[in-house]
């Protein structure tokens, strides 16, 4: 089914192809660079990298230049990230995660002209920025806009289509946290006991004698360090053991995700501070399928992908041990990482069921302690805290997000009834680079629609 588009307007470890004249000019314009991220004109802008305009991947074969392997590390590189990011599992090995055979739930329309007409100033900057703009300066693969249950908006441009999947990358770890909240609202899962308690495997590790609250907050003090850029930097080790990095030759370190979490030590004291580290959901993973016998992306079928009626089937890239990569391997649609979205603004129901128990979206979105947070060095997040997988900003809209490198968010705003689900391939991974033009896009759409609403 294609959808007319209106005004149209890395990697480390998340309706059709609309890239139209609008987006195109948008893509044109420059944005303000941000103190600390690469200067705007570093990398090609998305009209220049269009990946159906480059051709990666046409033809019977493509031609040697136009192909994206894994082995050769091209799917790790800009701009062959804006196809990859959508053909993931086309790339690397993966699980389906089954939607079932019920019929799918259909959101209703209403879609509004008067979005490509919004403008803000980004975070930082002095000139304004229109809505498009800040589409085509944040690499957007796919947008949609939840108000009220009812698409107003919705975008595909690069390699996505409406019938197709992106990688959700860190977007991730927020399904993962949140079936971690519904064991233990269920008692399956004590989140004051040890980690050690249910997997004794991680005992000698600096997992083992944190609680499974730590864990899912993320307040573990481990000798581990998240930078997806150093190459002596756990992050890689990490991303080889699990496979979405590249081993050169005579790599002789763990080649499973579990294998990886037994090497990582302890350092300082559990629950003093928020630290974003990815292995901590792979532990939750593991947690969860230690208690239940199933691995997440069942989990995953049984409580979400059948409850919400999802239109289509997600995949989830496992290791070499078949192990899903919880903190950041799902692939899915568009539609319906936003379905996920507005059952949690509608406190867990949906269509009249109760899908995620109240309790737990109410946990989720009181978030956790801002001082926890406050040293992490999150200067686009003041005020902001991590619960359970989710970022959580205590605004006066009560905002939480799902978020993921390269341009991966679910945006919930309860105040204005919004849901904004986003794929993106940006050739910068830190959201502290995105957020400058994310963060007041979402929130004047959010004005707009409260505005105007009816």
């Known amino acids: 089914m294609k959808i007319p588009v209106a005004l149209s307007p890395l990697l480390a470890l998340g309706l059709v192809l609309a890239a139209s004249p609008a987006i195109a000019a948008a893509a044109r314009a420059t944005p303000t660079p941000t103190p600390g991220c690469p200067a705007p004109d570093r990398f090609a802008d998305a009209a220049s990298s269009d990946p159906v305009a480059l051709g990666w991947m046409q033809g019977s074969p493509p031609p040697r230049d136009r192909q994206i392997r894994f082995a050769d590390g091209s799917t790790a590189r800009f701009p062959q990230t804006r196809w990859a990011f959508s053909h993931w599992r086309e790339l690397l090995p993966t699980v389906r995660v089954a939607r079932g055979d019920d019929p799918a739930s259909r959101f209703e329309r209403a879609e509004r002209t008067d979005i490509d007409a919004l403008a803000f100033v980004p975070i930082g900057a002095s000139a304004p920025m229109t809505w498009p703009q800040s589409l085509a300066a944040n690499y957007t693969d796919g947008l949609l806009v939840l108000h009220r249950g009812r698409i107003v908006y919705e975008r595909y441009a690069g390699a996505l289509t409406a019938d197709g999947q992106h990688l959700a990358m860190s977007v991730t770890k927020s399904f993962t946290g949140t079936l971690t909240e519904m064991l233990i609202e269920e008692g399956r899962?004590?989140?004051?006991?040890?980690?050690?308690?249910?997997?004794?495997?991680?005992?000698?590790?600096?997992?083992?004698?944190?609680?499974?609250?730590?864990?899912?907050?993320?307040?573990?003090?481990?000798?581990?360090?998240?930078?997806?850029?150093?190459?002596?930097?756990?992050?890689?080790?990490?991303?080889?053991?699990?496979?979405?990095?590249?081993?050169?030759?005579?790599?002789?370190?763990?080649?499973?995700?579990?294998?990886?979490?037994?090497?990582?030590?302890?350092?300082?004291?559990?629950?003093?501070?928020?630290?974003?580290?990815?292995?901590?959901?792979?532990?939750?993973?593991?947690?969860?399928?230690?208690?239940?016998?199933?691995?997440?992306?069942?989990?995953?079928?049984?409580?979400?992908?059948?409850?919400?009626?999802?239109?289509?089937?997600?995949?989830?890239?496992?290791?070499?041990?078949?192990?899903?990569?919880?903190?950041?391997?799902?692939?899915?649609?568009?539609?319906?990482?936003?379905?996920?979205?507005?059952?949690?603004?509608?406190?867990?129901?949906?269509?009249?069921?109760?899908?995620?128990?109240?309790?737990?979206?109410?946990?989720?979105?009181?978030?956790?302690?801002?001082?926890?947070?406050?040293?992490?060095?999150?200067?686009?997040?003041?005020?902001?805290?991590?619960?359970?997988?989710?970022?959580?900003?205590?605004?006066?809209?009560?905002?939480?997000?799902?978020?993921?490198?390269?341009?991966?968010?679910?945006?919930?705003?309860?105040?204005?009834?919004?849901?904004?689900?986003?794929?993106?391939?940006?050739?910068?991974?830190?959201?502290?680079?995105?957020?400058?033009?994310?963060?007041?896009?979402?929130?004047?759409?959010?004005?707009?629609?409260?505005r105007t609403a009816h």
């Open 189 to 450: 899962l004590d989140a004051a006991a040890r980690v050690d308690r249910y997997l004794p495997e991680l005992t000698d590790s600096g997992f083992g004698d944190a609680t499974v609250r730590q864990v899912l907050d993320m307040t573990t003090a481990l000798d581990y360090d998240e930078n997806y850029t150093s190459p002596d930097s756990a992050f890689i080790t990490y991303g080889k053991a699990a496979g979405f990095i590249v081993r050169e030759a005579g790599y002789s370190g763990p080649d499973t995700v579990t294998d990886f979490l037994r090497t990582i030590g302890k350092s300082g004291e559990h629950g003093a501070a928020f630290s974003y580290r990815s292995p901590n959901t792979d532990v939750l993973a593991w947690l969860l399928q230690r208690v239940t016998g199933k691995r997440v992306p069942q989990l995953l079928e049984e409580r979400f992908w059948g409850p919400l009626g999802m239109e289509q089937d997600a995949s989830y890239q496992i290791d070499a041990a078949g192990t899903p990569l919880a903190a950041g391997g799902l692939n899915l649609g568009l539609r319906d990482l936003a379905r996920f979205g507005e059952v949690m603004r509608q406190g867990g129901r949906l269509d009249g069921h109760q899908v995620v128990p109240e309790a737990v979206v109410a946990r989720i979105r009181a978030g956790g302690r801002p001082g926890d947070f406050a040293g992490a060095g999150y200067t686009t997040l003041p005020g902001w805290s991590y619960r359970s997988q989710w970022w959580v900003s205590h605004d006066d809209h009560g905002v939480f997000m799902a978020r993921g490198v390269n341009g991966q968010a679910i945006y919930v705003d309860p105040a204005a009834e919004m849901v904004v689900a986003r794929f993106g391939s940006n050739p910068v991974a830190s959201n502290k680079c995105l957020d400058p033009t994310t963060l007041p896009a979402f929130r004047v759409l959010a004005e707009q629609l409260m």
